[in-house]
C-alpha cells in the first residue's frame, strides 16, 4: 500500500473512530477520558456502518474513480485559504506566498475551479496546516485526546481549530448552514468510497483499533506542531480532507515517529505496523 493513499485511509478512520471499541487492556493513563472516548467510537463506528459505508457503496456504483479523485481536488481547494492564512499565522510566509496563494490561483482558473490539479503539473508545492496547528506553534497545549461524535479523533486544542476552520471556507457565508452541512457529507462520503477498500484492510490489521487510531493522530498532531515550529521538514501532502465540518490532513509515513510531551504512548497490533507507518483522514 502506497504511503499517499493508505494516509488518506487514516484520515478518514481519524474521523470516525472505525473499529473495534473493545478495551484492548488497561487503561492507558495518557488517556484520562478513554471510557467516555470507547463510547463514542463505538457510536461513530455504527453511524459508517449504517450510514456512510451504504452512502458510499452507491457513490462508487454511480461515479467513476476519476470523478470521485476531481471532487476530492475541490474540496482541497476549498481549505487552501485556510491554509494561506494559518501559514501567515505561522510566520510561514514562504509557504503561504510561494505555494498556497498560486496553487489556489492556478487550480481555481486553469484547474477549472479545483477539479483538475494543474499545480502541480508545474511543481507548486502542496502543503496542509490549521488553526489547531496554530495554536500549537505558539505554545497553546493540547490536551488530553478526544473523541467527538461524527467528527472523530480531536483535542480541546484542536477542537477549538476546528471550529475556527469551520467559518474559514468561503462558500460558508453564502449558502443557507443546511447547505454547508450537506456539502461536507458529500465530501465524507467521496473519501469514503475513494479508500473503502484501503481502510477495511486498515481496520482488519489491527488488534486494537481505538489505541491504534489514537496514536496515529496523537503523532500526527505533534509533527504537524514541529514542522510550523521549523522542527522538521514538512511532508508531502497528497489526500487530505475528510469531515463534515473540518479538512483534515493526512497523516504521512514521515508523521508516525513521536509525539507532544503528555500525550499517549503509541499502542497497535504488530500487524498494523504499514498501515501506521504509511498513515494519514482531517486532525
Given at each position: 500500500m502506497g504511503a499517499s493513499r493508505s494516509a488518506a485511509v487514516l484520515a478518514t478512520a481519524l474521523v470516525f473512530g472505525l473499529g473495534c471499541a473493545s478495551s484492548g487492556g488497561p487503561r492507558d493513563p495518557g488517556d484520562p477520558w478513554e471510557p467516555f472516548n470507547r463510547k463514542v467510537f463505538a457510536f461513530n463506528e455504527g453511524f459508517d456502518r449504517a450510514l456512510v459505508e451504504p452512502a458510499a457503496k452507491g457513490w462508487d456504483f454511480v461515479l467513476p474513480e476519476g470523478v470521485q479523485a476531481s471532487v476530492k481536488n475541490v474540496f482541497d481547494n476549498l481549505f487552501l485559504p485556510?491554509?494561506?492564512?494559518?501559514?501567515?499565522?505561522?510566520?510561514?510566509?514562504?509557504?503561504?506566498f510561494t505555494a498556497d496563494l498560486p496553487r489556489f490561483v492556478m487550480n481555481t482558473t486553469v484547474g477549472w475551479a479545483g477539479l483538475f490539479d494543474a499545480a502541480s503539473t508545474v511543481d507548486i508545492e502542496k502543503h496542509y496546516t490549521d488553526f489547531g496547528t496554530t495554536l500549537g506553534r505558539w505554545g497553546i497545549p493540547p490536551g488530553p485526546y478526544l473523541v467527538l461524535p461524527i467528527l472523530g479523533s480531536s483535542s480541546p486544542r484542536n477542537a477549538v481549530g476546528k471550529a475556527a476552520d469551520a467559518w474559514s471556507v468561503p462558500y460558508i457565508y453564502w449558502v443557507a448552514p443546511w447547505v454547508s452541512v450537506a456539502v461536507r457529507a458529500v465530501e465524507l462520503v467521496n473519501l469514503r468510497s475513494l479508500y473503502a477498500e484501503e481502510l477495511l484492510q486498515s481496520h482488519e490489521d489491527a488488534l486494537d483499533y481505538y489505541r491504534f487510531v489514537r496514536s496515529a493522530f496523537e503523532q500526527n498532531r505533534a509533527h504537524r506542531v514541529r514542522e510550523a515550529r521549523g522542527e522538521e521538514a514538512a511532508p508531502e501532502v497528497d489526500d487530505s480532507q475528510v469531515d463534515l465540518y473540518y479538512f483534515d490532513p493526512e497523516i504521512d509515513e514521515e508523521a508516525i515517529d513521536e509525539s507532544e510531551p503528555g500525550s499517549a504512548a503509541p499502542v497497535r497490533g504488530d500487524d498494523a505496523d504499514e498501515d501506521a507507518d504509511d498513515a494519514a483522514p482531517r486532525s
Open positions: 485556510a491554509v494561506f492564512v494559518n501559514h501567515l499565522l505561522q510566520g510561514r510566509f514562504e509557504a503561504a
